[in-house]
C-alpha cells in the first residue's frame, strides 16, 4: 500500500489541493482551480494532473473537471490530518498565532513522520479540530463535519456559534481575531441596511457591532 511519504513532497501537495477544493464545496474542481490553489501554471498543474492519474491517485469525471479515486483521497486525508495536527501544535504548545500556522505547516507536513504524526496527535489528547475550527482526520481517515452553514446564510436574528473560520487569508484571520470572532464564539445576527451586502454581528459579551463583507461572512461557518 502506498503511503504519504512515498510521494514526491509536489504529489502530496496537490492531492491536498485537490481534496481541499471538495471539502466545503460540491462545485466541480478544475485544472485551472487547482493551479491557483497550488499556486502554479496551467501547463504545470496539467502536467502533474496526468502523473497522478497514470499513478490511479486522480480521475477526470464530467465535463473535464477531475477527483480522487479511492487511493488519492486517503493519501490527500493523510496530508490532511499532518498539516491539521502540527497547526495544532504549532498554537497550543509553541504559541504561534493563528493566523500564522498555515505556511510553517505547509513547509513541515512533508518532512515529518507518521510516528512524530501519531506522537503528536497523542500528546495534543486526540485534538478533533485545528485551530481554525476544521476537523482533524483520524488514524483511520474518518471526519466528523459540524453542521455548519456559512454566515452570509443566517438570518437576521439569529444566535449562532463559529464553527470554522476559513484560514485562506492570514490578514483576514487577523482582523476576526481583533473583533473577538473566534471558533466557538456565540454571536448574534443583526438587521443590516437596505440593500446592503454586508452581515452585521454582535459578539457575545460585547455592545458594539460588527459589520462584515461578504468575503468575511463567506470565511465563517456556523450553526444555531
Not at 476537523?135 to 443566517?154: M, N
Amino acid at each position: 500500500m502506498v503511503l504519504v511519504t512515498d510521494l514526491s513532497p509536489s504529489a502530496q501537495d496537490y492531492l491536498k489541493a485537490i481534496w481541499g477544493l471538495q471539502e466545503w464545496s460540491s462545485d466541480p474542481v478544475s485544472t485551472t482551480m487547482i493551479a491557483q490553489r497550488v499556486g502554479v501554471k496551467l501547463s504545470t498543474a496539467s502536467d502533474a494532473v496526468r502523473k497522478l492519474t497514470d499513478q490511479g491517485l486522480v480521475e477526470h469525471l464530467r465535463y473535464g473537471s477531475v477527483g480522487l479515486t479511492e487511493s488519492g483521497r486517503r493519501l490527500a486525508v493523510a496530508m490532511v490530518r499532518r498539516h491539521r495536527l502540527i497547526e495544532s501544535f504549532l498554537v497550543r504548545v509553541l504559541k504561534y498565532g493563528w493566523d500564522q500556522v498555515h505556511d510553517e505547516a505547509e513547509h513541515l507536513e512533508h518532512v515529518v513522520s507518521e510516528l512524530m504524526v501519531e506522537r503528536i496527535d497523542e500528546f495534543l489528547g486526540f485534538p478533533a479540530r485545528d485551530p481554525h475550527g476544521d476537523p482533524i482526520p483520524s488514524a483511520e481517515g474518518v471526519i466528523q463535519y459540524p453542521e455548519a452553514v456559512v454566515l452570509a446564510e443566517a438570518a437576521a436574528g439569529a444566535r449562532v456559534r463559529v464553527k470554522r473560520i476559513s484560514d485562506s487569508d492570514a490578514a483576514m484571520l487577523q482582523y476576526f481575531a481583533e473583533q473577538g470572532i473566534v471558533v466557538d464564539t456565540d454571536l448574534e445576527v443583526l438587521p443590516a441596511g437596505p440593500y446592503s451586502e454586508a452581515v452585521v454581528v454582535r459578539v457575545a459579551g460585547t455592545t458594539e457591532p460588527v459589520s462584515l463583507g461578504a468575503a468575511a461572512s463567506n470565511s465563517v461557518w456556523v450553526s444555531a
